[in-house]
T-cell receptor
């Protein structure tokens, strides 16, 4: 089936640093979603993107829908300890059918 | 408080022993869905339901059953669990079925020995 790759798989950063992660595929998508999953909790939607090139912010989080429609990026500025968790992307293929979920990027923030 | 609840949260069982994971939502949502999450693979949809008495297979339905007798409940049934069904399971619900509007439950971690 379709696959999404997320990079990096995991990262350790210092509190206050900015974070960048991405989601890539060989297929073209018409919607990108970014979620955060806290330990022991279900995923929570952070940002939804619907157009190529779209840049959307949610507080310290900014996500972009790649121009090629095959990738998306998530940036977190000035990280804080509560940013710890798994961030994963989901994309909807052009046929408008099911979403494909990425495997996630595990973020650890060191005080 | 609007929420999706799952029970149990953790379960250890043995191969072949039937089990049911319950899912309940208090938001009067029509659409409900079950996913499994495995390392390196991301969420994969098992079954979904657009409304009461309407259920459809997702991407990985083999070995699972569901039922939707009431709008608020969507139990996941493993008639004869096998070790490859060891996973983290999430239930989700939404008003419209749009993925971006889904509320996820807290997850059920299942270990099949």
């Amino acid at each position: 089936g379709q696959q999404l790759n997320q990079s990096p798989q995991s990262m350790f950063i210092q509190e206050g640093e900015d974070v960048s992660m991405n989601c890539t595929s060989s297929s073209i998508f018409n919607t990108w979603l970014w979620y955060k999953q806290d330990p022991g909790e279900g995923p929570v939607l952070l940002i939804a993107l619907y157009k190529a090139g779209e840049l959307t912010s949610n507080g310290r989080l900014t996500a972009q829908f790649g121009i090629t429609r095959k990738d998306s990026f998530l940036n977190i500025s000035a990280s804080i300890p509560s940013d710890v968790g798994i961030y994963f992307c989901a994309g909807q293929l052009l046929d408008g059918q099911n979403f494909v979920f990425g495997p996630g990027t595990r973020l650890s923030v060191l005080p | 408080e609007a929420q999706v609840t799952q029970n149990p949260r953790y379960l250890i069982t043995v191969t072949g022993k039937k089990l049911t994971v319950t899912c309940s939502q208090n938001m009067n949502h029509e659409y409900m869905s079950w996913y499994r999450q495995d390392p390196g693979l991301g969420l994969r949809q098992i079954y979904y339901s657009m409304n009461v008495e309407v259920t459809d297979k997702g991407d990985v339905p083999e070995g699972y059953k569901v039922s939707r007798k009431e709008k608020r409940n969507f139990p996941l049934i493993l008639e004869s669990p096998s070790p490859n069904q060891t996973s983290l399971y999430f239930c989700a619900s939404s008003l419209s079925g749009a993925v971006e509007t889904q509320y996820f439950g807290p997850g059920t971690r299942l270990l099949v020995l």
